[in-house]
């Protein structure tokens, strides 16, 4: 009953995580910019934050024209006390603090978990509105690692199971959490299912030694063995360098322009690719308010026009075709009043 009064009643307020560790402050002050800008319904920001990290995010914070659209809440990064220091040196660090939001926002019955390096270029309830469209049995949804398994990192080189034909990324993971917290797991190490605050150290112990990318590896082998448990996004809603430096290979993003984009590998913050560098500076320097096709979209292209040269660039008219529609459908959202 739980789940088709959801359908049919979805909550005014979508909720939104973030991990934010080391330098990411800038980065995730740019995420959360840019998510509240074209979104419609309130927004309620999770920041789990190094603790020297807290008071910064809060004078930020506290400055933004929130117009009673967006709260937020702070909190520490936290990992089981047992387990905590081998959770922390997986990967980067505090990356899989995000493995356990299903079990410290336990009030919290669904989220959009986003890493820092995300931007998003269309309202955040379309992409919460794929809750609706899950079946019976899936509990989470994110994108394939790539389109193209002739440059797939997880077919050609992993050492452990992984879901699909090219594995998925986790740098957006949409989740319906009291999905998760019900749902008994499938996996290799006991023919007893378990519930997800039980299998999460079982695996680690197992392929801790045979995992490259930490956590996101993790719920690779995870969704290999409950395939049926994940709905998978088109590339689009999760747009990586790998989708144009070797040639454009996001057909969707060709037809529809980039919903989200995900600058991993740092490439906001060097001149590998300028388009990703292009769109992050121009959201980090657009003020609330401020008209956004003056201020944000034309000095935009003027920027992306000038990195054709680029194979990213070559596509660049995709990461502004979205971003023109988001712009328009907001100002007719706000001359119907």
């Given amino acids: 009953i739980r789940y088709d009064y959801m ?14 560790c080391g330098e990411r402050l800038e980065e995730t002050v740019t995420m959360l910019r840019s998510a ?13 934050a190094e603790d020297q990290l807290h008071e910064s995010f809060k004078d930020i914070l506290d400055e933004f024209p929130y117009e009673g659209r967006v709260n937020y809440t702070l909190y520490p990064i936290t990992f089981p006390s047992e387990s905590a220091a081998e959770w922390k040196k997986l990967f980067k660090p505090c990356a899989s603090q995000r493995l ?47 389109e193209e398994p002739r440059i797939g990192w997880y077919n050609r080189f992993a050492r452990h199971p992984y879901y699909g034909v090219t594995g998925i990324n986790s740098g957006v993971m949409l989740m319906n959490m009291t999905r998760i917290r019900r749902k008994y797991f499938k996996n290799d190490m006991t023919p007893v299912r378990l519930q997800w605050g039980e299998i999460l150290m079982p695996l680690l112990k197992k392929y801790k030694l045979n995992i490259t990318w930490g956590d996101q590896d993790l719920l690779n082998i995870m969704f290999f063995h409950n395939p049926e448990s994940l709905y998978v996004f088109p590339c689009q809603w999760n747009y990586r360098p790998d989708h144009c430096i070797y040639g454009s290979n996001c057909k969707a993003a060709e037809e529809e322009g ?33 008209d956004l096709v003056h201020s944000l979209l034309q000095p935009l292209e003027q920027e992306l026009q000038k990195t054709t040269h680029t194979y990213c660039g070559r596509v660049y008219k995709v990461f502004i075709k979205q971003l023109t529609k988001s712009i328009r459908d907001l100002y007719a959202r706000r001359s119907k009043g």
């Fill in 36 to 48: 509240i800008i074209f979104s419609i319904k309130p927004l309620h920001f999770h920041i789990f």
């Fill in 7 to 20: 359908k049919t009643h979805p909550s005014e307020k979508m909720h939104l995580a973030v991990v934010a």
């Fill in 258 to 290: 980039i919903f989200i984009l995900h600058g991993n590998r740092g490439v906001y913050h060097d001149d590998k690719q300028p388009t990703f560098r292009a769109v992050y500076e121009a959201i980090k320097n657009y003020s609330f308010g401020d």
């Fill in 100 to 146: 356990f939001l299903p079990l410290i926002l336990k009030n919290v019955d669904s989220l959009l978990y986003v890493d820092t390096d995300i931007l998003f270029l269309r309202p955040v309830d379309d992409i919460w509105a794929f809750l609706r469209k899950f079946n019976s049995t899936q509990i989470a949804a994110m994108a394939p690692e790539h």
